[in-house]
């Protein structure tokens, strides 16, 4: 299992992060013995927080019917880590337990992803083509 992330859709996220505040959004694609990812969709941090984030349902419900119109699935949600390594925090694990597809840490210098399986945290290999 992969997640495979154009070079330019990776661009775009590191474009898109900020000093201040968690970024985060979601990985928007095809599923099937891989994750491969054809878009990126920022959403809307309403904690405005360094270091947690959360995505309102409803722009949630949004992204997600924009999605499917354009026959694209869920593949992963991204988000950045300001004051720590890529590695999943126990508020990720909670939504990890919700949302069971590849989370996309980055703190800015490296990219890692992360997947619940079995109930372990399973790194994710990340492919850039």
Do not use: Y
Request: charged share 30%; proline share 7%; hydrophobic share 40%.
């Amino acid at each position: 299992m992969r997640l495979i992330l154009p070079r330019p859709l990776a661009s775009k996220i590191i474009g898109g992060l900020r000093e201040d505040e968690e970024v985060c959004g979601f990985l928007l694609g095809l599923e099937g013995e891989d994750f491969r990812v054809l878009d990126v969709v920022f959403a809307r941090n309403e904690l405005h927080s360094p270091t947690s984030f959360r995505i309102n349902p409803r722009e949630v419900l949004e992204i997600l019917e924009r999605a499917e119109r354009r026959g694209l699935q869920l593949v992963g949600i991204f988000h950045s880590h300001l004051r720590c390594p890529p590695i999943p925090s126990p508020d990720d694990l909670r939504g990890m337990k919700l949302w069971n597809v590849p989370w996309l840490i980055t703190d800015g210098r490296e990219m890692r992803a992360w997947i619940l399986k079995d109930g372990k945290v399973v790194e994710v290999e990340l492919s850039f083509e």
